[in-house]
């Protein structure tokens, strides 16, 4: 699909260059840890790097299994400006991560295949195929997993 923050597409998605925003990444990742942030907002100009720094982010906490999904907008990418794909992107990744949120999200399909349309609310979507998914990783996963949404302003 190409929203993934690692997606073998040609976008001009990078990582942060080697010791830059070196202070900033680690804030961000500290930020992450805590219990009682909830969402956390870059924002900044066009053009400023928000997104290396998201896709920087991203690589991280993948590689400390820290990472539940992503979903990377594109003004560029039809598919990808606008929240038609966004949950079912986004459960597609957390049901990769293991079978029991698969098992959660597969049931939720059964019982109600229009969450696969666009046409169903983004409420139904979101409570159905990732927040009762996540709910049953609650005791399994050992550390928070956390969600990267970019550019969702495109």
């Not at 990582?15 to 942030?37: A, F, I, K, Y």
């Not at 991560?97 to 609310?121: G, N, V, Y």
Request: some cysteine.
């Amino acid at each position: 699909m190409g929203a993934e923050y690692n997606a073998n597409e040609n976008r001009s998605f990078s990582r942060c260059l080697p010791e830059t925003r070196v202070e900033l990444l680690d804030n961000l990742c500290t930020s992450m840890q805590g219990t009682d942030r909830k969402v956390i907002w870059l924002f900044g100009e066009a053009g400023s790097g928000k997104s290396a720094v998201a896709y920087t982010v991203a690589d991280r906490l993948r590689t400390s299994k820290r990472l539940a999904a992503t979903f990377f907008f594109s003004r560029n990418h039809t598919d990808l400006n606008n929240t038609n794909l966004l949950y079912l992107t986004l459960a597609y990744q957390i049901g990769s991560l293991h079978f029991r949120a698969k098992q959660a999200i597969i049931h939720a399909l059964r019982e109600d295949p229009e969450l696969l349309s666009d046409k169903k609310s983004r409420a139904d979507q979101f409570e159905r195929l990732i927040k009762e998914p996540l709910k049953t990783l609650r005791l399994v996963w050992q550390t928070k997993r956390i969600l990267i949404l970019d550019a969702a302003d495109e």
